[in-house]
C-alpha cells in the first residue's frame, strides 16, 4: 500500500519540475521578444558616392555605427554603385521588415517616393530633403532631414574672405557638383558671408555636374586658382576632393564639406560640417523612442548643433576667428539670415 501512494506523488512532482521548466522557457521568450522590440531595426541606403566618399556617405554611416553602438539597434548599410540601385536596395529593406530606411541625399529622392508609396506601412526618411519638396506630397511615412548650411557657410564664407584679403587680393571660389538647391544654398551663404566681412570681394562658382568623378573638380578648381582664387570651397561630395587637391597642388587654402575634412592636410582652412552623422543617429532613437514624425522636415541648424564649422587651421589668426563666431551669434539670434539661394 505504501508503494502504491509513492507513485502518484513521484509523478505530482515531476509534473511541478515540467511546469517550471515551462515557464521558465516561457519567460526567456517573453523576454527576448521584449528585446527585440527595444532593438528596431535600421536600414541606410547610400547614393552613388558609396560609403568610401570621405564626405556625405560616410557621415552617414558613422551616424548609423553610433546608433548601433549607444542605442543598440541592428544596422545595415547598402551600397549604391549605380542609380539603377536606389529602388531594389530601399525596396529590400522594407520588404525585410526594416523599423526605417534612410536614404542618403537628395539623388534618391524619386526613388524613396516610389518605395514608400510601394510600403506604405513602412518607415522612410531622407538625408538633405524636404518632404514638401517633388516628387513628396507630405507623404506620410517619409520624414525629411534638411540642413541650414547657408548659416555655417556664411560664418566661413566671412573667413574665407578674410584670408584672401590678408593674403592680399579679394578673390575666392567655390566647386559646386549639380546645381541643386542642396548645393546652392552652401555657396549663397558662403557668398554672402565674404562679401559682409571684405565687402568687393570676388566669389567664382562653377559647378562639376558630378558628385564622384574627381579630375572634373580639380580642373575646375584649377581655373579659379589660376585666376586669382586664394581659397577653394568644395560642395561636390567625393568629386570635391579634386578640387582640393588643386588647393593643395597649388598651394592656396581649401575649404572641405559635409563632414571635417581637415584630416586630408595643412591645406585646409576648415570646413562647412553637415552633420549627417547626427541626423541618421536621432532618427534611429526617434524610431527606437517611438517618436518618429513622418510627413514632416527634421531641422538642423546652428542652433541645435545640426551645422556647424570643422577644424580651423592653426594659421589662422584668432582675431579673425573672433570676428566669425561673432556671426554666428548674431545668426542664432535671428539678426542675420543668410540667403538659401543664389
Not at 589668426?317 to 566669425?324: C, L, Q
Amino acid at each position: 500500500m505504501k508503494s502504491r501512494r509513492l507513485i502518484p506523488l513521484g509523478i505530482v512532482a515531476l509534473a511541478a519540475v515540467v511546469l517550471a521548466a515551462v515557464a521558465s522557457l516561457a519567460a526567456s521568450g517573453s523576454s527576448d521578444a521584449a528585446s527585440a522590440q527595444t532593438k528596431p531595426k535600421v536600414g541606410l541606403v547610400s547614393d552613388v558616392g558609396r560609403f568610401n566618399d570621405r564626405s556625405f556617405n560616410q557621415s552617414a554611416l558613422e551616424g548609423l555605427k553610433r546608433a548601433q553602438k549607444q542605442l543598440g539597434v541592428t544596422g545595415r548599410p547598402v551600397e549604391s554603385r549605380q542609380t539603377s540601385d536606389y529602388v531594389p536596395n530601399l525596396a529590400s529593406l522594407a520588404r525585410q521588415g526594416y523599423d526605417v530606411t534612410i536614404s542618403v541625399g537628395f539623388l534618391l529622392a524619386d526613388s524613396t517616393n516610389t518605395v514608400a508609396k510601394r510600403f506604405p506601412k513602412s518607415k522612410f526618411a531622407i538625408v538633405d530633403y524636404s518632404v514638401f519638396a517633388p516628387p513628396f506630397k507630405k507623404n506620410k511615412n517619409v520624414q525629411g532631414l534638411t540642413f541650414a548650411t547657408n548659416e555655417n557657410s556664411y560664418m566661413i564664407g566671412c573667413l574665407a574672405a578674410l584670408m584672401a584679403n590678408r593674403a592680399g587680393t579679394k578673390n575666392i571660389s567655390a566647386v559646386g557638383g549639380i546645381k541643386l538647391p542642396t548645393v546652392d544654398i552652401f555657396i549663397a551663404g558662403y557668398r554672402a558671408g565674404a562679401r559682409k566681412c571684405v565687402p568687393g570681394t570676388t566669389v567664382q562658382i562653377d559647378y562639376s555636374q558630378d558628385f564622384v568623378a574627381q579630375d572634373k573638380c580639380k580642373e575646375i578648381a584649377l581655373n579659379q586658382i589660376a585666376q586669382g582664387s586664394q581659397v577653394v570651397f568644395q560642395v561636390a561630395g567625393g568629386c570635391g576632393l579634386g578640387a582640393l587637391d588643386a588647393a593643395k597642388e597649388e598651394n592656396v587654402w581649401g575649404i572641405g564639406v559635409d563632414r571635417d575634412q581637415k584630416s586630408l592636410g595643412r591645406h585646409i582652412m576648415t570646413s562647412a560640417v553637415k552633420r549627417v552623422d547626427q541626423s541618421v543617429y536621432l532618427t534611429a532613437k526617434a524610431v527606437k523612442d517611438g517618436t518618429f514624425k513622418g510627413g514632416t522636415d527634421a531641422k538642423f541648424n546652428l542652433k541645435n548643433s545640426g551645422v556647424a564649422v570643422g577644424k580651423i587651421d592653426a594659421r589662422v589668426p584668432k582675431a579673425f576667428i573672433t570676428k566669425m563666431n561673432g556671426l554666428k551669434k548674431q545668426i542664432i539670434a535671428g539678426k542675420i539670415k543668410p540667403p538659401s539661394k543664389l
